[in-house]
Each structure stands twice: as C-alpha cells, then as structure tokens.
C-alpha cells in the first residue's frame, strides 16, 4: 500500500514566523488532501489539492504530483494556527484513504 | 462546520460489551468513510460505504461494521470490544468516492 511520510514531526514557531510543512508518498495518488486537527479532534479541511498550487487567505499549498509530494505553506503564523497538520492521499476512488503520521505545530505569542 | 455531525460525543464502555456509533452526513453525499485515531496518530480507514454498500475496507477484523441509510446517516459497530479499541472515532462524508472529505467532530470511545 501507499506510505506516506510527513515533515518535520513537530514544529514551535514564534507567532508571525512562516514555516512550510512537507508530505511524501511513496506512489502516485488521484486526491490529496491537507487537515488541520484542532485541540479538540476537529479535522479541517484545508485544501484538496492533487496537483498544482492553491491559496486560502494565510495559507497555500503545492502538490508535485509527478514527484508524488506535497508542501503546505504557512504565513505570518497565529497562536490560532496551533495543532496537528495532516496531509492524506488515495489511489483510486476504490483504495482507502491513507493518512500521514501529522505534523504537531505549536505557536507561540 | 462541516454539516457532518456524530453521536455520541464520549463513550464509556468495558471489555467484551458491544458499541454503535453513529453519524449524519451532508445531504446529498452519497460516501461516508470511518476512521479511527489512537492517541498521537494519524487517522486509520476502516472502511467506506457508497451507496449504502461497502466500498472499501482497511486492516480492521469482521467485528467492526457498518451500514449506511438512505437519509445519510451511518452507524460503525464495534462487537466484542477490546482495551486497544480505545480511540477517537471520525467520520467523513463526501459527495463521491474519492472526493475531498468533510469530517464530523468524532466520538470518543474509551473502553475499560
């Protein structure tokens, strides 16, 4: 099955600071999509994006879907940006969706 | 909001009891997809409904299942419950098979 690798595991940013967080797959996917997990378990949706570039407000990404990865770009962080990012892909419409491991950000005032 | 919503919120169960959790889709998406989350991982697929049938299945035993309505609600049945079915359990409807997901808030399941 598809692996998926997300980096860095963890990530303290001083608020305003950008970052830029990154996802590998170990084969081609149809749909990519990057979470944002709240402290409470909340996933969000933040963009599905399977190829090119798309941006909403703060936040942009970048799938390269020919060399299967994806970065997910954070400006001008705010404490509110705290929690667990994930990135998840799938195959085909018939395969299970597989979920990185996440990466654990924590802003900071 | 997401429009996805499930129930129950928390949950306390023991060993060996059964357990159905249940959640309510966006009107109109016909594929709900559960997931569980261990404590400092990312979610795991258990399984997909599309349709009202099975669609897909990840590494989980025969005691999980599910079912899927009509009106766009789902239940995920946990038979036979064990200590390590402890997690938060998250569905995902979408308005087709591999379309972006839009996930519930997740119900917390601790079993003693």
């Known amino acids: 099955g598809i692996q998926v690798e997300q980096s860095p595991p963890d990530l303290i940013l001083q608020e305003g600071a950008n970052s830029t967080l990154r996802c590998n797959f170990s084969?081609?996917?149809?749909?990519l999509q990057w979470f944002h997990q709240n402290p409470w378990g909340q996933l969000i949706n933040l963009f599905y994006i399977p190829s090119g570039t798309k941006q909403n407000g703060r936040l942009s990404a970048t799938t390269v879907a020919t060399e299967r990865y994806s970065l997910l770009y954070i400006s001008s962080s705010q404490t509110t940006d705290s929690g667990v990012y994930f990135c998840?892909?799938?195959?085909?419409?018939?395969?299970?969706?597989?979920f990185g491991p996440g990466t654990s950000l924590s802003v900071i005032p | 909001e997401t429009g996805v919503t499930q129930s129950p919120t928390h949950l306390i169960k023991t060993r060996g009891q059964q357990v159905t959790l249940r959640c309510s889709s966006q009107s109109g998406h016909n594929t709900v997809s559960w997931y569980q989350q261990a404590l400092g991982q990312g979610p795991q697929f258990i399984f997909q409904?599309?349709?009202?049938?099975?669609?897909g299945r990840g590494n989980f035993p025969p005691r999980f299942s599910g079912l899927q309505f009509p009106n766009y609600s789902s239940e995920l049945n946990v038979n036979a419950l064990e200590l390590d079915d402890s997690a938060l359990y998250l569905c995902?409807?979408?308005?087709?098979?591999?379309?972006?997901?839009?996930f519930g808030p997740g119900t917390r399941l601790t079993v003693l």
């Open positions: 084969d081609s996917v149809n749909n």
């Open positions: 995902a409807s979408s308005p087709d098979r591999g379309d972006t997901q839009y």
């Open positions: 409904y599309y349709r009202e049938e099975e669609n």
């Open positions: 998840a892909g799938i195959k085909t419409s018939y395969d299970k969706v597989i």
